[in-house]
């Protein structure tokens, strides 16, 4: 148990779908982050939220929406997806001190 | 430019030392991580090490850090079959405002009994 909780764990959605994808942390931990982790390929940072403010986008595509209401809550508005956006989607959670916790992903599979 | 690099695979034998490599590039970055992750699920904190420091050990972890030569490395003692993963060294770079995570491409560890 890491503290940060994703839903679901898995999602298969088609191209016309829009879905949404959850994370929840109990760390009080101030910034929040959404990962993509593709076969062969490094993580890659798709958004930074710090303090409930967005504080990079890392020229992610406008079909993928990120929301942040509140400290304890990040999600992932998914819509029109391609069949490449298939990936396990990691969210993240970090306060001021040095550890830095993850969920378990969501396997997305897009078809 | 950002770039963290690992080796991408390791074999040991049950009961052997490994030991896992990584090189980054930032040299202003304050801490530096190891990950694991299982087929299947998500990255567990294994350990960190802050930058001013070049020796960290935590039960059969134990971390070493180069900053001169940028090369951080993660040795397993008595390896086991469940520390079959793939392992994920990752630096920190703060910027204006926020800090955030650059990993790199991961080590997959296979320890064969």
């Known amino acids: 148990e890491t503290g940060v909780t994703q839903t679901p764990r898995h999602l298969v959605m088609g191209m016309t779908n829009k879905k949404s994808l959850k994370c929840e942390q109990h760390?009080?931990?101030?910034?929040m982050y959404w990962y993509k982790q593709s076969a062969k390929k490094p993580l890659e940072l798709m958004f930074v939220?710090?303090?409930?403010?967005?504080?990079e986008n890392n020229s992610v595509p406008s079909r993928f929406s990120p929301e942040c209401p509140n400290s304890s809550h990040l999600f992932l508005h998914l819509h029109t997806l391609q069949p490449e956006d298939s990936a396990l989607y990691l969210c993240?959670?970090?306060?001021?001190?040095?550890?830095?916790?993850f969920g378990q992903g969501t396997r997305l599979t897009v078809v | 430019g950002e770039d963290v690099e690992q080796s991408l695979f390791l074999s040991v034998r049950e009961g052997d030392s490994s030991v896992i490599n990584c090189t980054y590039t930032?040299?202003?970055?304050?801490?530096l991580y190891w990950y694991k992750q299982e087929p299947g699920a998500g990255l567990q904190l294994l350990t960190y090490?802050?930058?001013?420091?070049d020796m960290k050990q935590d039960q059969r972890l134990t971390v070493l850090l180069n900053k001169k030569d940028k090369h951080l490395s993660l040795r397993i003692a008595d390896t086991q079959t469940g520390d079959s993963a793939i392992y994920f060294c990752?630096?920190?770079?703060?910027?204006?405002?926020?800090?955030?995570?650059?990993f790199g491409t991961g080590t997959r560890l296979l320890v064969s009994p």
């Open positions: 939220y710090n303090f409930k403010e967005q504080t």
């Open positions: 930032d040299s202003s970055s304050t801490y």
């Open positions: 760390l009080g931990h101030n910034a």
């Open positions: 990752a630096e920190r770079e703060e910027n204006t405002g926020f800090q955030k995570l650059v």
């Open positions: 090490i802050f930058s001013n420091m």
């Open positions: 993240g959670a970090q306060g001021n001190s040095a550890e830095a916790f």
